[in-house]
């Protein structure tokens, strides 16, 4: 069992929980990038969050904070 509590997680399901929790706009205050704020899209975001570590980063720790 792992302690890790994004195991079994995909950045695609994280990514739909806190677009259906907060919301695009909500998202994109929250987390400054383009992609949230910007004709946003899952598709979009995806592809430049798996690119991007600092940015993955945020929406992981923004999940973690959200679901606790």
Not at 13 to 38: A, H, P, Q, S
């Amino acid at each position: 069992m792992s302690n890790d509590p994004l195991h079994g997680k995909t950045l695609e399901m994280i990514l739909v929980y806190l677009v259906e929790f907060y919301g695009w706009d909500k998202l994109g205050t929250l987390i400054r990038i383009n992609c949230f704020t910007d004709n946003p899209s899952i598709s979009s975001s995806l592809k430049f969050l798996r690119k991007t570590d600092w940015a993955r980063k945020k929406v992981e720790d923004l999940y973690l904070k959200t679901n606790t």
